[in-house]
């Protein structure tokens, strides 16, 4: 399975990233080592989008909080870039698509990185891995 994650990227050129405690939705929990993942510099932190494709490395669940009853799964991840962008995708190229239920690869985008502002490690569809794979 594919992953996308939406987070600051302080070096978008850099060959090797670690994410600490990253939240996961729609799947991200799932993620494994060996898995590719789509790494998306986040606008909230003056990124552009998305910077890369990777292959994670590590990947470690971390604990939840004792006495806490509603939690958001985390993992921390590590990843090695094997591609760079070659062109822009980012919040201004996928804010239009908003019809959540028309099946497109940047719909799916929108709705699981952009809708809301969190950063975030999110499970793809094979097709939206398919169209992301043309950004290199």
Not at 25 to 53: C, T, W
Not at 60 to 89: F, H, M
């Amino acid at each position: 399975m594919a992953y996308a994650i939406k987070t600051e990227i302080c070096d978008p050129k850099a060959m090797t990233f670690a994410f600490p405690m990253q939240k996961t939705m729609y799947g991200g929990k799932h993620i494994a080592p060996g898995d590719v993942v789509f790494v998306f510099a986040s606008e909230n932190e003056g990124g552009q989008g998305l910077v890369g494709r990777a292959v994670v490395t590590s990947a470690e669940p971390v604990p939840r909080k004792p006495g806490v009853a509603r939690q958001t799964p985390r993992v921390s991840i590590a990843v090695r870039c094997v591609a760079s962008a070659r062109q822009p995708l980012g919040r201004n190229e996928l804010k239009r698509f908003k019809d959540w239920k028309d099946g497109k690869p940047e719909t799916e985008l929108n709705f699981k990185i952009y809708r809301q502002a969190t950063n975030k490690i999110v499970g793809l569809s094979e097709a939206t891995a398919a169209f992301l794979d043309g950004f290199f």
